[in-house]
């Protein structure tokens, strides 16, 4: 007789312990920011609010947008440098 073994897809739940993330600080005033655009669906829109938002507070007294030509390929050096000579502080990340 042939056996049939049934596995649970769920598997074992397992308890993590809590994240604890660092404390925001407050940016100071007259930044000029970079956005660096990853090529993922909706991250303009996400970064813009931000950047917006920022601006509108007085942290921000410029924004410069950079885009990556693929998001799974890492920014290039000579981008890289150019967002380094231009902005004080860079916000990138993901948005599918």
Request: hydrophobic fraction near 40%; include cysteine; aromatic fraction near 4%.
């Amino acid at each position: 007789m042939t056996t049939i073994e049934v596995l649970d897809p769920a598997g074992q739940v397992q308890q993590l312990a809590a994240l604890q993330c660092n404390p925001i600080r407050a940016l100071p005033q007259g930044h000029r920011l970079g956005i660096l655009d990853n090529s993922k669906p909706n991250f303009k829109r996400l970064a813009t609010l931000l950047a917006e938002r920022l601006r509108g507070e007085g942290s921000v007294v410029d924004i410069a947008y950079f885009r990556k030509e693929n998001p799974a390929v890492g920014a290039g050096n000579e981008l890289l440098d150019q967002i380094a000579r231009s902005v004080d502080l860079v916000f990138t990340g993901s948005a599918d």
